[in-house]
């Protein structure tokens, strides 16, 4: 059977013949029928139906009016939702976003046709097993091919959206667009949409298998001046010591070497080096423009908080040398500049710059590794830290040495904690008020 590779959950073919038993259609389309066909693995199902919004919340127990006003209704079945949209035909996009009004069309060759590309315009019926593709989509599937239905600049003119889309979607599958899709790619249209749009598909793009192909598309086509501007202006600067390669190429490739799909681990690969200049002998930290530039994009891209706290903070402490030398305070305090809850992404992120230097770069993974070893060691034994961890408080010393509140006390116990960073030991009440006195008497 065609969709063998697809194993559908049993409330799924539950709802096409609820549909069925009450006389609608219900087909299976989107990226879950695209990606069943191709063999991979989803847990997203989307449906198509000619029953209205209303008709299908009267059909079913528990549902959410997602986008009742653009036809959409999920259903929820067991363990599972179902995004449950009315066949539709979209009027005009005079903004270039959104349609100016949805029609519910007659079929569903019709809903097919409004879609972006050929291979999600496919459509499975859930009660009878049959491929409804209309657009050739499964062909062009085969072929790894990613094409626009009908005139590309008519769907792109609709969307502008679809220009970033088809990019996505050659880093997520692996695919190459169709020439005259690729043609039709250009910044026109991008000022229209919204930032939250842009950024949501560049987390998808972040999670592809190899962003590099979309961020190189961006290039090609120009949407990565308009996108990231910093990172397309970093095209045209050099990388120290390297000949052939640029910092916005390093950028792709540690990007592409990060071996996770957390969007802000591989958020910040593509930012670390941004700030760097080839031509620059200023001692200015790299990692701290770097962050500085990370931050101001993030910032124009409404990303959340904490997304760009912890991308600029993996950024500012990424660069880490010499750490075969360290002492072991010298990782404690690594460990307090760095933050523990970034420490695992971290070590990710310089093992990742490192492979993609070769041979040239005097810093190994090994010493990554060891460095790790070394950190899960220290956090094991649970040595000090921070004030809090302290076996002597503020109030304790203030009424040992006979002192009121003052900015004396905090520079008394970050003393304190440098003593105990060097030696642990020296953590008990005893030792650290013999410290505080000698401290006071200097």
Not at 198 to 224: H, M, N, V, Y
């Amino acid at each position: 059977m065609i969709m063998d590779s697809l194993p559908l959950p049993k409330e799924l073919l539950t709802a096409a013949r609820i549909f069925s038993k009450a006389g609608y259609q219900c087909w299976l389309v989107g990226g879950a029928l695209r990606d069943g066909l191709s063999g991979r693995p989803t847990d997203d199902f989307d449906l198509a139906t000619d029953a209205k919004p209303r008709e299908v919340m009267r059909l079913f127990h528990r549902t959410i009016p997602t986008g009742v006003k653009h036809g959409t209704v999920t259903i929820l079945l067991g363990k599972h939702q179902f995004e449950t949209t009315t066949f539709r035909c979209d009027g005009s996009y005079s903004d270039g976003r959104r349609p100016d009004q949805v029609t519910y069309a007659r079929d569903i060759r019709e809903d097919l046709a409004r879609r972006d590309f050929t291979i999600n315009a496919m459509a499975w019926n859930l009660v009878n097993g049959g491929l409804f593709d209309p657009h050739d989509g499964k062909s062009d599937l085969n072929r790894r091919i990613i094409r626009a239905i009908g005139s590309p600049a008519a769907r792109f003119n609709e969307d502008a959206l679809r220009k970033i889309r088809a990019c996505r979607f050659a880093a997520q599958l692996g695919f190459t667009i169709d020439t005259d899709t690729l043609k039709a790619i250009n910044p026109s249209g991008l000022e229209n949409l919204s930032v939250e749009r842009i950024w949501d598909e560049l987390k998808k793009i972040l999670t592809a298998p190899q962003p590099s192909i979309a961020f190189r598309l961006f290039r090609q086509t120009g949407l990565l001046r308009e996108l990231i501007p910093p990172l397309d202006r970093c095209a045209d600067e050099a990388l120290n010591n390297r000949e052939r390669e640029n910092m916005y190429e390093h950028g792709l490739a540690v990007c592409d070497a990060v071996p996770s799909a957390d969007y802000t681990l591989r958020a910040a690969a593509l930012f670390h080096d941004i700030g760097k200049k080839s031509d620059s002998n200023e001692k200015i930290s790299c990692e701290a423009c770097s962050a500085d530039i990370a931050a101001q994009q993030l910032l124009h891209l409404k990303a959340s908080k904490a997304d760009t706290e912890k991308i600029t903070r993996l950024i500012i402490h990424h660069g880490i040398h010499g750490c075969s030398e360290w002492s072991d305070a010298d990782v404690r305090r690594f460990i307090i500049r760095a933050g523990k809850n970034i420490l695992d992404d971290l070590l990710t992120l310089r093992k990742a710059d490192i492979s993609t230097y070769g041979a040239n770069c005097p810093l190994k993974t090994e010493h990554i590794d060891e460095l790790a070893k070394r950190i899960a060691e220290i956090l094991r034994h649970g040595d000090p830290l921070t004030i809090k961890e302290l076996k002597i408080n503020g109030r304790q010393i203030m009424e040992e040495l006979d002192m009121r509140p003052s900015s004396e006390i905090g520079m008394l116990q970050r003393y304190l904690l440098e003593c105990v960073i060097e030696n642990p030991p020296l953590n008990n009440y005893e030792n650290l008020l013999e410290l505080a006195k000698k401290y006071r008497r200097k």
